[in-house]
């Protein structure tokens, strides 16, 4: 089973690259299969990992960055991959 796990964050006013910077020094390990970074309006930071594990797998997860580099708590969600038919 694929799963995904979704990290998403608002760097506090003007912070936006230090919060890109921040998140692309974090390490995972294991490292997962796949991952991705974003980046979008409002200083927003969004990292994607994926894993070749069950839906309730205990795995790595991104730390949440410093407090007074973010606007507010860190948002997570985790997905399952899914077959279209």
Same mark, same amino acid.
Not at 34 to 42: I, K, N, S, V, Y
């Given at each position: 089973?694929?799963?995904?796990?979704?990290?998403? $964050?608002?760097? &506090? @006013?003007?912070?936006? $690259?230090?919060?890109? $910077?921040?998140?692309?020094?974090? @390490?995972? &390990?294991? &490292?997962?299969?796949?991952?991705?970074?974003?980046? &979008?309006?409002? +200083?927003?930071?969004?990292?994607?990992?994926?894993? +070749?594990?069950?839906? +309730?797998?205990?795995?790595?997860?991104?730390? @949440?960055?410093?407090?007074?580099?973010?606007?507010? $708590?860190?948002?997570?969600?985790?997905?399952?991959?899914?077959? +279209?038919?």
């Amino acid at each position: 089973m694929t799963v995904a796990l979704m990290w998403e $964050a608002r760097a &506090a @006013d003007g912070r936006g $690259a230090e919060l890109l $910077a921040w998140v692309r020094r974090q @390490d995972l &390990a294991p &490292a997962p299969l796949r991952r991705e970074t974003f980046r &979008a309006p409002q +200083d927003r930071v969004l990292v994607i990992t994926w894993w +070749d594990a069950p839906y +309730d797998a205990a795995l790595p997860e991104l730390p @949440d960055p410093p407090a007074e580099s973010v606007t507010r $708590a860190v948002h997570r969600w985790r997905f399952e991959a899914v077959t +279209d038919h």
